[in-house]
C-alpha cells in the first residue's frame, strides 16, 4: 500500500527487494560513516564540558530559566561550531556538570539548527536574507524550547537527563550532601603489613575530615578509607571528627597490591571540591606512606584526575548516544531508499502561505538532512517555486531532526525529551516559516 | 520470603548490623540474599559483607526510590531465582528516607516468585553523635517519623544520660517511636530483629 501511495507521487529509487535492502543498507553504512566523526568529536568535548564546566559559578549566576539567561544560552549556541550531531553530546556535558536542563536543552536546540555546515550552505545556496531569518530563527526556537522544557522538567511530564539520581531524593532534606568516592589499585613495593596499612588509613579519613572542616564542610557525614588484597580486607571509618576512626579487619602478612576505595560525603561542599580534597589528601598521604597507584602521577594530581574522568565521561555518553544510532541509521536508509524526492517538490511546491510551510514541516522531521542535505533540498524548493517560508522551514527542521541525530537523542536523554525537541522544532519552524513569509510576500 | 530495610544516617551502623544479622540468620539455617544501596559508583559494604561469607549485590548510583525501581527489582529478582532466599536485607544509603523504600516495595509486591512479607522498617541513630540532629535534623527527623522501629545504636560509646537525652530527642519528633538499644558491631540488643526475621 505505501509501495502504492508512492507511486502515486512518484517512481520510488527501487522496487527489486533485494536491490532496496542493499540500498537502504548502503545508505546506512554512509550515514555510519558521515555520522561517526562528528559523534566522536562531540562526546570528547561532552567528556571535557562535563568535567571542566565551572559548575559552581555557573549555578550561582543562571539558577533560573529566565528570559536574560535562555537568551544568552541560545545565542552561544547559535554561534558555536556543533551541528545535530556532536551537540547531543555536548548537551549531555552542560547537563552533567550542572547546567539546569532548560538551559541546556536550549542550547541542544539552538545548536543542532545552527551546525557550521548549515550555515555555510543555506548562506551559499539561499542567501543572505534566508541565512538571516535561519539564524534569528534558530535564536528564538531556542528561547522557546527552553520555557518549553523549564514548563515540562517543573511538572515532571519528561525528566532530567544525568541529575544524579542519588540526589532525585526522596527527602528534600536530602540536599547539601556532597560525596565523593574514588576506588583505585594501589601498590607497595616492599609490602605493606596490617600495622603501616592501618595507620596509613588513619592518616588518611583523619587528614580527609580536617581537610573537609577546613574547606567550610558544615557537617561530617562519613568518610571511610578500605583497602581489600588477598591479605585480607581493612577499613577506617570515621563518622565524628573528634573522636579516633573505628578500625575492622586484619591483613595476614605483607600485602604488595589491593583495592582501595575512599568514600567521603559531607553537607555543605560540592561534589567536585569534595573529589579534589580526596586527590589532594590521598596523593599526601601516599606518598608519606610509600604507597604508589598504576597511573599516579596522572590520577593523583587534580588536573590529570579530571582529564581521566573526562575521558570516562566521553565513553559513556558514546555508549549512550549511539545505543539507538544503529536503528536510527537503517531507518535513514529506508527513507533516502524508499522515498522519491519528487515526492518532497511535489507537495511543498505549493504557494499557499500556511499549507506549504505545514508540509514542509511534516516531510522535513523524518527526512535526513545533515550536513548541509537540508539547504541542498530547500534550494532546489526555492528553484521549483516553493513559498518562502516552505523553504525557510525546510532548511531549519530537516538538519536538525536528522533521524540519526534523534536516535542518539533518545539514548542520551530519554524518548520523551527527544520527542518535545522534535515537536518544538516542528512547531517553531511552522511559526519561523509562517512569519518569513509574511515578511517577504504580505 | 521476609524482607527487611535498614536505614539510618550516613555512618550509623547499617552495613555492621546487616553483617550481624545476616551471619545470625544463616547460623539458624536460613538463606539470606542482601542488597546494599549505594550513592556512588563503589560499594565497599558489598565487598566487606561478601568477604564474611554473605550474599550481597549491591544498587549503585541511585537511589532505591520510585524513578529507579526497575533498577531494584531487576537485582531483587536476579537474587531470588539464583539464591532461593528465606530472608532479605536491604541496606539503604544514609540521605534515603523510609517512604521512599515502603513504596517501592509496595509497586514490586505481587512480581516476585515467592510472596514477599515485609518487616518493619528500622533506622539507625548513632547514639554517640549529636552533631547531625543539629545539622541534618530534617533528614533524621524524616527517617525517624516514617520508620516502623529506631535502632539506637552505638549505646556503648555513650553515657545514661545522654542515652535519655538521643531518646527525648527522637520523642520529640515521633512520640510513640518505638525504640530499641543495640550495639550492632556486637550483636547485642537485636533480639527481637532476629525474631522478626525467624
Known sequence: ?442 | MKLLVVTGFLGSGKTTLIRTLGKECEKLGKRVAIIVNEAGTTSPSKDILKRDGLNAEDLKGCCICPGTAAKFEKILRRMEKELRPDIFLIEAFGTTTPNAIKTVIESIRGKTQQKLGSLPMVTLIDCSREEPFNKAIELIGAQVREADIVLLNKVDLVTDSQLKNIESRIRKIKPDASLMRTVASEGRGIDRLLDLLN
Open chain 1, 1 to 442: 500500500m505505501l509501495e502504492k501511495l508512492l507511486l502515486d507521487f512518484g517512481t520510488p529509487k527501487s522496487v527489486e527487494p533485494l536491490e532496496t535492502l542493499l540500498g537502504i543498507l548502503s545508505v546506512a553504512y554512509d550515514e555510519l560513516l558521515e555520522t561517526l566523526p562528528y559523534l566522536i568529536l562531540g562526546v570528547v568535548v561532552g567528556g571535557f564540558v562535563a568535567e571542566f564546566f565551572p559548575t559552581d559559578l555557573v549555578s550561582k549566576r543562571l539558577r533560573k530559566a529566565s528570559f536574560k539567561s535562555l537568551l544568552g544560552c541560545s545565542c552561544c549556541a547559535a554561534f558555536s561550531p556543533t551541528d545535530a550531531w556532536s551537540s547531543i553530546p555536548v548537551t549531555a556535558g552542560l547537563s552533567k556538570g550542572g547546567l539546569l536542563w532548560p538551559l541546556a536543552a536550549v542550547f541542544w536546540m539552538a545548536a543542532a539548527i545552527t551546525g557550521p555546515v548549515e550555515i555555510m550552505m543555506t548562506g551559499g545556496l539561499l542567501g543572505l536574507n534566508y541565512l538571516a531569518a535561519f539564524w534569528i530563527s534558530a535564536i528564538l526556537i531556542g528561547v522557546f524550547a527552553g520555557f518549553a522544557f523549564d514548563y515540562f522538567t517543573k511538572r515532571g511530564l519528561i525528566e532530567e537527563p544525568f541529575k544524579d539520581k542519588a540526589r532525585r531524593m526522596i527527602s528534600p532534606a536530602d540536599m547539601g550532601f556532597a560525596r565523593s568516592d574514588l576506588r583505585l589499585r594501589i601498590a607497595a613495593e616492599e609490602g605493606i603489613d596490617d600495622s603501616e596499612l592501618k595507620n596509613a588509613l588513619l592518616s588518611l579519613v583523619k587528614a580527609l575530615s580536617q581537610e573537609c572542616l577546613r574547606e567550610g564542610a558544615a557537617l561530617i557525614g562519613h568518610i571511610r578509607a578500605q583497602f581489600d588484597s588477598r591479605s585480607g580486607l581493612v577499613s577506617a571509618d570515621l563518622t565524628d571528627p573528634e573522636r579516633t576512626p573505628d578500625m575492622q579487619g586484619t591483613l595476614e602478612g605483607k600485602s604488595k597490591t589491593g583495592l582501595l576505595t575512599v568514600i567521603l560525603s559531607a553537607k555543605g561542599l560540592s561534589d567536585r571540591q569534595m573529589k579534589r580534597i580526596t586527590i589532594r589528601v590521598l596523593s599526601e598521604v601516599m606518598k608519606k606512606s610509600h604507597l604508589r597507584t598504576v597511573l599516579d602521577q596522572l590520577y593523583l594530581n587534580w588536573t590529570g584526575f579530571r582529564v581521566l574522568s573526562a575521558f570516562k565521561t566521553s565513553l559513556k555518553f558514546f555508549y549512550m548516544a549511539s545505543k539507538y544510532l544503529i536503528l536510527g541509521i537503517l531507518v535513514a536508509g529506508i527513507i533516502e531508499v524508499l522515498i522519491p524526492e519528487e515526492l518532497i517538490t511535489e507537495l511543498m511546491g505549493s504557494q499557499a502561505l500556511f499549507l506549504s510551510v505545514l508540509v514542509s514541516v511534516l516531510i522535513a522531521v523524518p527526512m535526513c538532512g545533515c550536513q548541509g542535505g537540508g539547504a541542498i533540498v530547500a534550494s532546489e524548493l526555492l528553484s521549483k517555486g516553493a513559498a518562502p517560508g516552505a523553504v525557510l522551514s525546510y532548511a531549519i527542521v530537516a538538519p536538525a531532526t536528522c533521524v540519526t541525530s534523534l536516535a542518539m537523542a533518545w539514548g542520551q536523554f530519554g524518548w520523551k525529551n527527544m520527542v518535545l525537541y522534535t515537536l518544538i522544532l516542528a512547531f517553531g519552524g511552522y511559526l519561523a516559516g509562517i512569519a518569513f513569509n509574511f515578511l517577504l510576500l504580505v
